[in-house]
Each structure stands twice: as C-alpha cells, then as structure tokens.
C-alpha cells in the first residue's frame, strides 16, 4: 500500500487505474491526492456571494474538459473505494456545481445517496439544493419525503 510517506502523489505521474484495480492507496494517500489535485486547479474552490452566485467566474472559464475529467476520475475513484465519506461527496457535488450542469450535480447526489442512503447530512444537502435546483415544488418534496423514509433507520443514531 501506498502512502504519503512513501512517495508524493502527483496526479500527472499517477496511473490511477493500475493503483485502483490492485486497491494499492489507502485513505491517507487518497485524501492528499484529492487535496493535491485542488490545488493544482484553484478554481475548484471558488468564493460564493450571498445569493449562492461564484465570485470570480472567469476563472471557471479556464477550466477545460480534461481538468473537469481529471477531477472527476479521482472523486470518482475515491468514492467506489470509500462511499460512506459524506464530506468527500459533498465536495464533488459542490465541485459539480460550479463547473457542470444541475443534471451533474444530481448525479452525484443520486449517487451519493445511493452509497449513504442513511447520511442525514447528506440528504440535508441535497434537499437543500433541490429547493433551488428544481423548479417544481412537487420535486423538492417528493425527495423531503424520500429521505424522511431513510433518516432515523441507521443503527448507529438510534
């Protein structure tokens, strides 16, 4: 297993594949890839105003498909090997947010829900976005509803 310690991890010089199928990164190693590969592209963290709009928008416009794709395949990655890290899928969501389409976002939601179906935190931040993603009341509530069915059911908060 590889860790932090052991080598650096750059994302260009990582065959994220080959690491992936024989499960050779532990949690530390992916944590510092993910925080390695925000800081290569600083415009993931971008600075929101009151009205949830990004600051400095222009700088998303530099972001190309291929950096989006990079991001992706390691969030992406990360979260097939660690799918109960609700933080981790909060963060690809937001990222979603400010590069790609609200279908995306939902997406990983979706996902995400469907990893850590029992995530109280995760279904407050996805019904927190549905309530200004969807533009019909009757979506934002049929998924209130939804995760009022899961809330409440994991053993470890009863």
């Not at 990893?115 to 109280?120: F, I, K, L, P």
């Amino acid at each position: 297993m590889i860790s932090m310690e052991d080598e650096y991890l750059d994302f260009d010089e990582l065959k994220l594949p080959e690491f992936t199928d024989k499960g050779l990164l532990g949690f530390e190693a992916w944590t510092s890839l993910i925080s390695n590969i925000e800081k290569t592209y600083p415009w993931l963290s971008g600075t929101w105003d009151a009205n949830n709009a990004l600051i400095g928008y222009e700088l998303i416009l530099g972001a190309g498909w291929d950096d989006i794709k990079k991001i992706c395949l390691v969030y992406d990655s990360f979260l097939s090997e660690f799918p109960l890290c609700y933080g981790y899928w909060r963060k690809y969501a937001d990222h979603k947010m400010r590069l790609c389409t609200v279908d995306k976002v939902i997406e990983v939601y979706e996902r995400a829900v469907q990893s850590a179906t029992y995530s109280v935190g995760l279904w407050v931040d996805y019904c927190s976005f549905s309530m200004s993603a969807f533009e019909d009341p009757f979506d934002v509530r049929r998924l209130f509803k939804r995760a009022l069915s899961f809330v409440g059911k994991d053993y470890l908060f009863s």
